[in-house]
T-cell receptor, first 113, second 119 residues
Framework: DSGVTQTPKHLITATGQRVTLRCSPR?????VYWYQQSLDQGLQFLIQ???????AKGNILERFSAQQFPDLHSELNLSSLELGDSALYFC????????????FGEGSWLTVV | AQTVTQSQPEMSVQEAETVTLSCTYD???????LFWYKQPPSRQMILVIR??????QNATENRFSVNFQKAAKSFSLKISDSQLGDAAMYFC????????????????FGKGTKLSVKP
């Protein structure tokens, strides 16, 4: 158990819908990251937050947004969902914004039908 | 920009034997960290081992060890006494150190090596 908690673990939704994925980082971790992993692709970095502030953006679509709240939990919002958005979405956390180890949650499986 | 390359898409090893997974990286930074993550069929991302670039000594975690060649920018993972539970996708990853933090603080992954273990 990495200490990073993600909900829901599985989600099935229809095209055009909107979903929210939630992440609670490890206790004491200030930095949160979101990654997307499709079946045939590697891990794609989406976005990073550090202590509530956006730090870096990767290959995140405009239909996707995220935020980190004062209690440090984070949410990833996916809207106008398309079939191609079906993927495993990982949240990860670390103490600092660089350097030390990043720990991953178990992921949220999103299936768009 | 930093890149990580894993040149072996698939590897196979006999149970109880030793296997080495290769990883090379490219960076102009002097402060960085390297990691190996394991992703079993459950798709969970599990940290296997970590190496700080400033440390000359190779990291070891039980049956897992690395061969860190800084000048060659090489970071291979050796798995000794392979077990059936070692079968997984293994990802090599790079992370900038604090001196380069902020926008470069996320992990940069290789494409992975799928390891199968034969009984």
């Amino acid at each position: 158990d990495s200490g990073v908690t993600q909900t829901p673990k599985h989600l099935i939704t229809a095209t055009g819908q909107r979903v929210t994925l939630r992440c609670s980082p490890r206790s004491g971790d200030l930095s949160v990251y979101w990654y997307q992993q499709s079946l045939d692709q590697g891990l794609q970095f989406l976005i990073q937050y550090y202590n509530g502030e956006e730090r870096a953006k990767g290959n995140i679509l405009e239909r996707f947004s995220a935020q980190q709240f004062p209690d440090l939990h984070s949410e990833l919002n996916l809207s106008s969902l398309e079939l191609g958005d079906s993927a495993l979405y990982f949240c990860a956390s670390s103490v600092l914004e660089a350097g030390n180890t990043i720990y991953f949650g178990e992921g949220s499986w999103l299936t768009v039908v | 920009a930093q890149t990580v390359t894993q040149s072996q898409p698939e590897m196979s090893v006999q149970e109880a034997e030793t296997v080495t997974l290769s990883c090379t990286y490219d960076t102009s930074e002097s402060d960085y960290y390297l990691f190996w993550y394991k992703q079993p069929p459950s798709r969970q991302m599990i940290l296997v081992i970590r190496q700080e670039a400033y440390k000359q000594q190779n990291a070891t975690e039980n049956r897992f060890s690395v061969n860190f060649q800084k000048a060659a920018k090489s970071f291979s993972l050796k798995i000794s006494d392979s077990q059936l539970g070692d079968a997984a996708m293994y990802f090599c990853a790079y992370r900038s150190g604090l001196n380069y933090g902020g926008s470069q603080g996320n992990l940069i992954f290789g494409k992975g090596t799928k390891l199968s273990v034969k009984p």
